[in-house]
């Protein structure tokens, strides 16, 4: 919800008179009085689902959504509980007449229950002296019941329909804040408990029923109108586990994990039960794997159970609800059908345990604590890397139960095309993959990791990205049961040897090698550090020739910085100091990288002691925001200045490029 709205709900509760509110149902009661008052007084704003009976009173996020369950709904405007219209006046000024619990039900929607209790010869006690709390079936609860099990009630009216009747009392009065979520209070009907829940969004339920009409005062006691019949619960969840055929699959489950005493306890959960039917959807052998290991199996059944109870009632928008194994599910539902992570899964709603309550759901979800690394990878966006790995042989690594992390390139890194599989391509794959389980919240700078193919990896962490080397992680981490999945944004190219070795190796930088051996700078990138250079190519170098070692030590300086900087660590703008002093600005921009302001042709040529992007110009200092943009600064001057000095280029006549005769000309004046 944006924040103009809350703003709006805010201020409307702050400007009304309407006292504060003392539970979340009274908190939307208010809401939706404050929102009816134009209408006279005591009149509240009802929210209607379109094509059903169904209506709530609005909360603020309700009322600007103007959604339930992602169902349209309109708003009626009716009298406030305990309130009635008068015939030539606004609003709905007149309180109801105060009458006993028989007659009160007449009034308030329940008058199937009103004629039942009269049937049952329950009538005398609720409108003689006592003190009462009567859960009233609305008239369509009742028209919802089977015809079977209705007959059977009012067939036996002075036993069965009786007790069902006690069964929805309680012998003292009982408002709504005194509803708390998770209570129990004993009915009527041999003290058999009543099972409240009193959810933040301001629905309240007793036997997983809504309250639709709540708190109308009766001179002895109150009634709630509810939107179905209830029944006694004598079960705790895993006794309704045992007792249902259709969950054979999850008894034995159960028991071979060992959360039977759990699951039999005092303690209130929501179990969303996975059928038989759910269980045979799942491959052998993945069902076989994980029936076989312990951890894993608590890890897949904790995953379906959520920390309360979740009656199907009190879900009329998606939330985030955090379940035993740690993994928060979306909980949320579409028109009469609840969903789980979006997908209408739940075949059989509210089953009533002593201790909670269970979901039947036709789907196992299966934790990613609960997969191996292979099928954390399955139908991902990291599926071509994963192909690779299969492809080099390199399978048992990702399904079996070592603890390793894998670099799992993103499948854009490919650009459409597989890589072909040769020795070569398995030894990179094979520096994929790390001998350790780690996790990305653990990992600190210059950390040295080992991989399976033997190669040493440096971690580098910057503000705003985590690096490995060349690549930085793209996603959240997928931890498995026994490995970690790391999505990273590219391939992996493992160090091949320091800053010298690798300009040595590159035809591309014979002219920069010979530079660095004149200015006396090859002792400095052979040692051991953290550089960033921007190495200038061959053709970087036709245009200048500088000829005195100091001052082509200040150029190639100006080159390098003391602190490694990989690409993909860098976001709009990132400043390095270079080795001869000045800055060096580093951006980035539809995925090129710059360095002042000029394109780096390639990044991310990896060292033991730094990293080299590839430059095709040499590089110039970005002009001052006071100077002409044509311009550079005169430290930046200084250096051209003193290395066109100390060139071959008046006896060799040679051609400057056109950066440089302007540099020159400037040097001149």
Aim: net charge neutral.
């Amino acid at each position: 919800m944006s924040r103009l709205p809350l703003l709006a709900c805010l201020l409307a509760a702050w400007g009304s008179l309407v006292p504060a509110a003392r539970s979340p149902y009274q908190q939307v009661l208010q809401h939706s009085q404050i929102r009816g008052r134009q209408h006279g007084p005591n009149v509240c704003a009802v929210q209607k689902l379109i094509g059903t009976n169904k209506q709530y009173y609005t909360n603020c996020k309700q009322w600007y959504q103007r959604k339930i369950c992602g169902k349209s709904t309109v708003i009626s405007y009716e009298c406030c509980p305990g309130y009635e219209r008068v015939p030539g006046q606004k609003g709905c000024p007149a309180a109801l007449p105060l009458s006993n619990i028989y007659e009160t039900l007449g009034t308030v929607g329940a008058s199937t229950t009103q004629l039942y209790s009269q049937r049952a010869l329950l009538r005398q006690e609720i409108e003689g002296p006592g003190s009462f709390t009567i859960f009233a079936p609305s008239n369509e609860a009742w028209a919802d019941l089977p015809a079977e099990i209705l007959d059977n009630l009012v067939s036996n009216v002075n036993i069965e329909l009786l007790n069902a009747l006690h069964y929805h009392m309680v012998d003292r009065r009982l408002l709504t804040d005194e509803l708390k979520h998770g209570t129990t209070f004993p009915s009527m009907y041999q003290s058999l408990d009543l099972h409240v829940h009193h959810y933040p969004n301001g629905v309240v339920t007793v036997n997983c029923a809504r309250l639709l009409k709540a708190d109308h005062h009766a001179t002895n006691g109150v009634v709630h109108v509810i939107d179905k019949v209830i029944t006694a619960v004598t079960n705790n969840i895993n006794e309704i586990i045992e007792i249902e055929e259709s969950l054979e699959n999850l008894k034995a489950a159960v028991a071979a994990s060992g959360l039977n005493a759990m699951l039999e306890g005092e303690e209130e959960f929501t179990f969303l039960a996975p059928t038989n039917e759910a269980f045979e959807k799942i491959p052998p052998e993945t069902l076989t794997r994980i029936l076989g290991d312990p951890e894993a199996l608590k890890d897949l059944l904790k995953h379906h159970i959520l920390k309360s109870a979740q009656c199907a009632e009190a879900i009329i928008a998606s939330s985030s609800i955090e379940t035993l194994e740690g993994t928060p599910l979306e909980v949320g539902c579409s028109g009469d059908q609840l969903t789980l992570n979006g997908k209408a899964i739940i075949s059989k709603k509210d089953v009533l345990a002593t201790n909670g309550v269970v979901h039947f759901i036709d789907e196992l979800m299966i934790p990613d604590a609960a997969k191996t690394l292979f099928e954390l990878a399955k139908d991902t966006d990291v599926s071509t890397a994963i192909e690779l790995f299969t492809q080099a042989g390199l399978r048992s690594h990702l399904v079996g139960n070592e603890s390793v992390t894998v670099l799992a390139p993103l499948n854009a890194a490919f650009k459409g095309t597989t890589p072909t599989v040769d020795r070569n391509m398995k030894n990179l794959l094979q520096n994929h993959i790390i001998k350790d389980n780690l996790s990305s919240k653990y990992l600190y700078h210059n950390q040295i990791l080992e991989t399976m193919g033997g190669k040493k990896l440096r971690v580098f962490v910057y503000r705003n990205s985590l690096c490995i080397e060349n690549v930085c992680i793209a996603a959240h981490d997928k931890r498995g049961r026994f490995g970690t999945l790391l999505t990273v944004d590219k391939m992996l190219t493992p160090p091949m040897g320091n800053v010298m070795d690798v300009l040595k190796a590159d035809n591309r930088f014979s002219m920069l090698v010979a530079a660095i051996q004149s200015a006396g700078l090859t002792e400095t990138l052979n040692r051991e550090g953290s550089f960033t250079v921007f190495a200038p190519t061959n053709e970087a170098f036709q245009s200048l020739l500088p000829g005195d070692a100091k001052q082509l030590a200040n150029l190639l300086k100006y080159h390098v910085s003391n602190e490694i900087l990989v690409s993909g660590a860098v976001g709009h703008l990132v400043m390095l100091t270079s080795l001869q002093g000045d800055k060096l600005e580093a951006s980035s921009k539809n995925g090129m990288m710059y360095v002042n302001k000029q394109p780096v042709s390639e990044a991310d040529i990896m060292a033991t002691n730094g990293v080299i992007h590839a430059v095709s110009k040499i590089v110039s200092p970005v002009p001052k925001l006071h100077e002409r943009t044509d311009e550079l600064s005169d430290s930046a001057l200084n250096i051209f200045k003193e290395a066109s000095a100390h060139s071959k280029v008046t006896k060799r006549r040679a051609r400057l490029a056109p950066e440089f005769q302007k540099l020159l000309a400037r040097i001149k004046h």
